[in-house]
C-alpha cells in the first residue's frame, strides 16, 4: 500500500479522500488555491502545498504543478477525486510518465470514453445494448439526414463530445431537423471545439440508472449495485438514491452484467460509473461511462457496507478487489441529497458569501455528512457552491425519506442563501415518495414545487423579538457584545416598561410594541397582543406564545453596517430579521472610526464621493452591487472624505475599507 498520496482537489471530496486515507495510515499532501488557504481539506492534511491563485485553471488545473508538488514531497500516487483533473487523458499521461500512479483508469480507458460516438462503436462490439441511432464518423449533411429519416422521431441530436447537455437538440419532426442539426453543431463547436454529432431514438422519460462498477488489475471485475439519478436540474443531479425504486433483482443483474461488460471492453480498472438510460418499458441503453469516482458514490457505500476510497486505493496500489461478486450484499435504501448555496426561487442562482451560522445533523449510523467547509468558511466564486452532500440510510425508501426530512430540518446555514428549503419540498413531495421518478421530475412538479412561501412569517418575527430580548437579558461578560445600553433608551423607569424592536425582512419592516411584565412579555404584532415568555440556552430558543410551547434555533450575525442579522429557523425554513442595532448608525470612536466598509463581497457599481469633498449625513458616497442587489454606502454624519480607495468596476471583499471618513466636529 502507498504510504504517501497527493489529493488533487478540494471541498468535500478531497476531505473524504483523506479521510479513508488516513484509516488505512497513509499520510495526505494537499493542494490549495490563494482562496483556500485555510480550507479544511488544507488543514485535515499532514501537508499542503500552495497551488496559486483562486481561479481553477491557475491553481486546481495546474498539472505540472501538481505533479512537481507529488514528486518533491514524495507522494507515491494522486487522487484526483471528481472534476479538475479526474477525467484528463493527459494529466493521467503525465503522471505515468513521471513515476506517480494516477488512482483512476489507464489513460486509453479515459480515452475510449471521451468520445460518445466511439464509446458506443466499442460498447456495441461487447454487446452492451444502445439506443437506436447513428454513431457513424460521415458527418455529411446528406447522410445525417438519411440517417435521421431512418431513425425515426422524435430524436436527439448529441455532441460526441458534449456533456451537461449542451450540443444536445430533441428533433420532434423530419422538417425540424436541419435547423436543429446547425444550431446544435453551433453550439457544441463553440463548447468543445468539435461539433461531431450522433442521433438517437429520443426516450421521452426515461430514468437515469448508473451502476458502479470496480476493476482490479488482475481481470477481476464487479458491479456494485445501481444508483437511481432520475432527479435532476439542468443536467445538474439533485438527489440520488440506491437502490433504484421498483428495480428488480433480475433487472439489477441485467445492467450490472451489461457494466460490467463494457468495462471489460475498454480494459478498465479502478471505480467506474456506467450510466444507463432506463424506459418506461424496462429496457435500458447504454448512455455513457464515467471514468472517476462520482459525487453520489456514498449512497452505494451506505447500502453495501464498502468504501469505496479504500477499493480504489487497493486497486491502484495493485491488490486484488476485496470482494467477489456474489459476496456483494445489498442492505436498506440510501439517499444523497446536494446541499448547495444557490437560490431556488431565483432560477438557482449560486451564491457567494460566508457561512455565518453552520450547525450540521449528528452523523451517526443513520446520517452522514460529507462536506468541505466549517462555520464561518467562504463560499466563493471561484468553484462549485456545492456546500455538503448529506446521506441517509435505513431499512426502507420510506424509513430513508423520514431520516431525510429529520436531517433536513437539523441543517441550519445562515449567511447564504442555500437550497435547503426546495430539498425538503422534493423530499416530501407525494410524487418522490410514490418513486414516480424520470428525468423530468423538477419541471413537471414545478407549480408543487415551488408553492408560495409559508405563512409562519408572524411567528418567526415574534421569535427573533424574543432572542433579542433573552439575549440582551442574559448576564453581560466583557465579550458580551449586545450591551444593554443600546435599549437603556426604550424603558421608563416607575412604568411599565416598553421597548420598540424594528425588525426588517425583505423589503418588510415591523415596528414590535413589547411590554415587559413580572414573568412575560407582552408583544403586539398584527394588532393582536401576545402573551409570551421565553428562555434562552446557547442558539436554542424555547418560547411559549399564547398557548404554544415551541423550540427553534436562532443565530445572529453582528455586521455593523447593515445591521444585525436574526435567522430564526423554523423547521426546514429560515427566516432572517435585519435588526437596526443603534450601534450601526453611529460612527463607533476607536480604531474603526471613520471606515466605511464593504458590507459583502461585490462590485462597485459608482462613486459619488471626491476625495477632499465636504458631505453630509445620509449623503450616497459609494454604491455597490452584491448578487443582483445594489446597496448604497452612505455618509454616517456630516464630514469629510479623505480618501477613496475603489473605483467603479472594481471587486471588493466582505469587509474592504472602501472610503476613509472623517466625521465633522461636534
Ligand atoms: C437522452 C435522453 C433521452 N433519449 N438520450 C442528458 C445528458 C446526456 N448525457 C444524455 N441525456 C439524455 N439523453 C436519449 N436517447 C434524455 C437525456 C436527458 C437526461 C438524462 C439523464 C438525466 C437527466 C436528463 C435530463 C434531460 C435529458
Redesign the pocket.
Known amino acids: 500500500m502507498f504510504r504517501k498520496i497527493l489529493i488533487a482537489n478540494r471541498g468535500e471530496i478531497a476531505c473524504r479522500v483523506i479521510d479513508t486515507a488516513h484509516k488505512l495510515g497513509i499520510r495526505c499532501v494537499a493542494v490549495y488555491s490563494e482562496a483556500d488557504a485555510n480550507a479544511r481539506h488544507v488543514r485535515m492534511a499532514d501537508e499542503a502545498y500552495l497551488l496559486g491563485p483562486a481561479p481553477s485553471k491557475d491553481s486546481y488545473l495546474r498539472s505540472d504543478k501538481i505533479i512537481a508538488i507529488a514528486k518533491q514531497s514524495g507522494a507515491e500516487a494522486i487522487h484526483p477525486g471528481y472534476g479538475f483533473l479526474s477525467e484528463n487523458e493527459s494529466f493521467a499521461k503525465a503522471c505515468e510518465e513521471a513515476g506517480v500512479v494516477f488512482i483512476g483508469p489507464p489513460v486509453g480507458a479515459i480515452t475510449a470514453m471521451g468520445s460518445k460516438s466511439a464509446a458506443k462503436e466499442i460498447m456495441a462490439k461487447a454487446g452492451v445494448p444502445l439506443?437506436p441511432?447513428y454513431h457513424g464518423d460521415d458527418q455529411s449533411d446528406d447522410l445525417l439526414k438519411a440517417e435521421s429519416a431512418r431513425i425515426g422521431y422524435p430524436q436527439?441530436l448529441?455532441a460526441a463530445y458534449?456533456?451537461?447537455?449542451k450540443g444536445?437538440r430533441v428533433v420532434w419532426k423530419q422538417q425540424e431537423f436541419t435547423d436543429a442539426l446547425a444550431s446544435a453543431r453551433r453550439e457544441a463547436k463553440a463548447g468543445f471545439g468539435n461539433d461531431k454529432m450522433l442521433i438517437?431514438?429520443?426516450?421521452?422519460k426515461?430514468r437515469?440508472i448508473e451502476i458502479q462498477v470496480f476493476a482490479d488489475s488482475h481481470g477481476n471485475a464487479v458491479y456494485l449495485a445501481e444508483r437511481d439519478?432520475?432527479i435532476?436540474r439542468r443536467?445538474q443531479k439533485v438527489i440520488e438514491e440506491a437502490p433504484a425504486p421498483n428495480f428488480s433483482s433480475a433487472q439489477r443483474q441485467a445492467m450490472g452484467e451489461a457494466a460490467v461488460k463494457a468495462a471489460k471492453a475498454i480494459d478498465y480498472r479502478g471505480a467506474g460509473t456506467v450510466?444507463f438510460?432506463f424506459d418506461e418499458d424496462g429496457s435500458f441503453?447504454f448512455?455513457?461511462m464515467n471514468t472517476r469516482l462520482q459525487v453520489e458514490h456514498p449512497v452505494t457505500e451506505m447500502i453495501t457496507g464498502q468504501d469505496l476510497v479504500k477499493w480504489q486505493l487497493l486497486v491502484a496500489a495493485g491488490e486484488t478487489l476485496p470482494l467477489a461478486q456474489d459476496d456483494i450484499q445489498l442492505d436498506g435504501h440510501a439517499i444523497e441529497v446536494r446541499v448547495y448555496a444557490e437560490d431556488p426561487d431565483n432560477d438557482f442562482l449560486p451564491q457567494t458569501g460566508k457561512l455565518t451560522y453552520l450547525r450540521q445533523p449528528e452523523a451517526n449510523r443513520h446520517v452522514r455528512v460529507d462536506t468541505g467547509v466549517v462555520e464561518n468558511d467562504e463560499v466563493s466564486p471561484f468553484y462549485d457552491p456545492m456546500i455538503a452532500k448529506l446521506i441517509v440510510w435505513d431499512e426502507s425508501r420510506d424509513r430513508a425519506i423520514a431520516r431525510m426530512l429529520r436531517a433536513l430540518d437539523d441543517y441550519r446555514i445562515a449567511g447564504v442563501t442555500t437550497n435547503l428549503s426546495f430539498l425538503t419540498s422534493l423530499t416530501e413531495h407525494p410524487a418522490f415518495k410514490a418513486a414516480e421518478l424520470d428525468?423530468?421530475f423538477i419541471n413537471k412538479h414545478q407549480q408543487s414545487l415551488f408553492a408560495p412561501a409559508n405563512k409562519e412569517n408572524n411567528q418567526a418575527l415574534v421569535l427573533a423579538a424574543l432572542y433579542i430580548l433573552q439575549q440582551q437579558k442574559a448576564p453581560q461578560t466583557s465579550c458580551n457584545s449586545f450591551s444593554p445600553w443600546q435599549f437603556s433608551h426604550g424603558w421608563r423607569m416607575n412604568e411599565t416598561p416598553t421597548v420598540d424592536i424594528a425588525l426588517q425582512h425583505g423589503e418588510h419592516k415591523t415596528l414590535l410594541k413589547v411590554q415587559q411584565l413580572q414573568q412575560h412579555y407582552v408583544i403586539d404584532v398584527a394588532g393582536q397582543q401576545l402573551c409570551c415568555t421565553a428562555e434562552l440556552n446557547g442558539d436554542e430558543l424555547s418560547a411559549v406564545l399564547g398557548d404554544h410551547r415551541t423550540k427553534v434555533r436562532v443565530s445572529r450575525y453582528a455586521d455593523t453596517f447593515n445591521g444585525d442579522t436574526i435567522s430564526v429557523f423554523i423547521k426546514h425554513q429560515r427566516y432572517d430579521f435585519i435588526y437596526q442595532t443603534e450601534v450601526a448608525t453611529e460612527v463607533e470612536s476607536g480604531d474603526h472610526a471613520g471606515s466605511l466598509t464593504a458590507p459583502m463581497n461585490g462590485t462597485i457599481v459608482a462613486v459619488m464621493a471626491k476625495a477632499g469633498s465636504t458631505v453630509n449625513a445620509g449623503d450616497t458616497l459609494v454604491i455597490m452591487e452584491a448578487m443582483k442587489m445594489e446597496y448604497s454606502i452612505k455618509a454616517p454624519k456630516n464630514g469629510v472624505v479623505n480618501e477613496v480607495f475603489y473605483a467603479a468596476g472594481d471587486l471588493v471583499k466582505d469587509g474592504a475599507e472602501l472610503v476613509d471618513f472623517s466625521p465633522e466636529e461636534a
Open positions: 439506443v441511432g436527439l448529441k458534449g456533456g451537461g447537455g444536445m438517437e431514438r429520443y426516450l421521452t426515461p437515469h439519478c432520475s435532476q443536467h450510466e438510460l441503453y448512455m455513457e428525468t423530468n
